[in-house]
């Protein structure tokens, strides 16, 4: 196998990730298509079930905390920053309605439905914009913290009403500690602006999605066991399984970056043409290969096999053409074989990633420094 200087990709061009000012390079918008809402405005959480902070805030006290001292409770504030205004004249939105802007909200704050049926916008990136909106009867809230018949507390709670719990949570759309690439996936929903007017606009492309050192940094509030200590792993998962959070990282790690990968290559197949988005999109799935690349020339004979080949054949990712018909299908493919590895790394136990363990702290560092509550 040969090993393609692969994390010099990144290094070409930072531009998709950093603000740029759109007159300074006109070219990308040679190949913008109307600005349309294509179905953005659809993707992410239900604004009619969004039940806010204070409906977890009672018995989620330390991580309510946490997420108060979070860039994710700040990032609405990004939507009076002085790059806004262009982003939103681009698309047509009026100066006075970016906040009000189903595009703009739907990444930059929690919609909520009030009263008179009008969305309106919740401080920051919260709660339920990552683990589910969770109102309404059928919603997953009414499910999430009845432990039996009346009174039956969480400790008294039987096996099997355990499962029925988390399963019915689950079906109504809850996103929980288990689920590592549904919640990679939602990660990316807002990570990876899958907007070509937005991002031809000279909103970048998205940070890349490095799931395991994103999350264990700034973003870790896993207090649940312990309301005064911030635990490597989640502690609910920890309890339930026995799992230990070293194999969750692995897995953590590995899904995270093929969900990266496959998300960025999704995108890529249902671009129409060349445009400065349809290589920035190509950048992204060529970051992603990259990392996991320099984690096979680490691993060596360690690497799995499976990964191994998504390496190989992922070699050819910059001969991806937005404008040729076969190059998309292409993407589309690999997007299939990717996906369905990352959703079964996900599912399994973690054991064929083993050699990972050793090479993790090189690879993947904490983003920010984790929540401390005093
Ligand atoms: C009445 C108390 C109560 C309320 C209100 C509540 N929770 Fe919980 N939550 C719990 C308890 C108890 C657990 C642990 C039991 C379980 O579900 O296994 C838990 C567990 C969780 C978990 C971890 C599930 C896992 O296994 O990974 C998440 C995530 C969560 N809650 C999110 C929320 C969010 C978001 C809200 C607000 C929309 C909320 N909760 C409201 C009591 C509550
Ligand atoms: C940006 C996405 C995001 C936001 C916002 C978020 N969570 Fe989480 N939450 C996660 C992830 C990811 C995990 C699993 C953590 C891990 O793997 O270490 C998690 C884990 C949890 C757990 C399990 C903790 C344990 O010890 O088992 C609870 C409870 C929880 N979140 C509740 C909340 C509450 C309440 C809020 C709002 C105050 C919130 N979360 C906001 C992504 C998020
Ligand atoms: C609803 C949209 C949304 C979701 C879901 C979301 N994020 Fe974010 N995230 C944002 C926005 C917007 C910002 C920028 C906030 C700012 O700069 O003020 C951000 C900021 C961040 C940052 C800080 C970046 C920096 O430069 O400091 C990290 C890390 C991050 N998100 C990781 C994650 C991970 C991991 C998940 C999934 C578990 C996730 N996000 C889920 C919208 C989202
Ligand atoms: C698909 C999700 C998504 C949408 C839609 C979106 N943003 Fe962002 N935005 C982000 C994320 C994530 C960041 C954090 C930086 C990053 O990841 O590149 C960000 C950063 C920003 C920033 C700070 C960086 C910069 O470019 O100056 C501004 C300003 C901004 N967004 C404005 C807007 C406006 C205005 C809209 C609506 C027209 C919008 N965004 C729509 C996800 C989104």
């Not at 059928?138 to 399963?167: I, K, M």
Request: proline share 2%.
């Amino acid at each position: 196998m040969k090993w393609i200087a692969a994390v010099l990709v990144l290094a070409v061009s930072a531009s998709c990730y950093v603000a740029s000012s759109g007159a300074e390079d006109d070219a990308r918008k040679v190949a913008t298509p109307a600005p349309a809402a294509s179905g953005q405005a659809a993707r992410g959480v239900d604004p009619d079930r969004v039940m806010s902070v204070r409906a977890c805030l009672g018995c989620h006290g330390a991580e309510t905390l946490s997420w108060m001292n979070s860039t994710h409770r700040n990032s609405h504030l990004r939507l009076r920053d002085s790059n806004a205004g262009s982003y939103a004249e681009e698309l047509g939105i009026a100066q006075d309605k970016i906040r009000e802007s189903r595009i703009c909200m739907r990444c930059h704050a929690t919609g909520q439905t009030d009263r008179h049926g009008v969305v309106r916008a919740l401080t920051g990136v919260s709660c339920e914009s990552c683990h589910g909106a969770s109102g309404g009867d059928d919603g997953w809230l009414n499910a999430h913290a009845v432990y039996g018949p009346n009174g039956t507390t969480f400790e008294q709670e039987s096996a099997e009403h355990r499962n029925w719990r988390r399963e019915r949570c689950e079906e109504a759309g809850m996103v929980q500690a288990s689920q590592i690439y549904d919640m990679a996936k939602r990660c990316l929903e807002c990570h990876l602006v899958e907007n070509e007017a937005l991002v031809n606009a000279g909103h970048g492309i998205g940070i890349p999605l490095e799931f395991l050192g994103q999350t264990t940094g700034e973003m870790r509030h896993n207090f649940h066991e312990d309301q005064y200590v911030n635990a490597k792993g989640p502690t609910l998962w920890s309890r339930r399984t026995g799992g230990k959070v070293n194999v969750r990282d692995r897995q953590k790690f590995v899904v995270g970056l093929l969900t990266e990968i496959e998300t960025s290559l999704r995108a890529f197949s249902q671009v129409k043409q060349e445009s400065y988005y349809s290589s920035c999109l190509v950048e992204r799935a060529a970051g992603g290969w990259g990392l996991l690349a320099e984690a096979g020339r680490k691993l060596k004979d360690d690497f799995p096999e499976q990964l191994a080949e998504v390496v190989e054949w992922l070699g050819k990712i910059e001969n991806l053409n937005a404008s040729d018909e076969n190059s998309r299908r292409q993407a589309a493919d690999w997007a299939d074989v990717v996906g369905k590895l990352a959703r079964e790394y996900a599912a399994g136990d973690g054991a064929s990633l083993e050699a990972f363990d050793a090479v993790l702290g090189e690879l993947a560092a904490p983003v920010g420094k984790p929540f401390e509550r005093k």
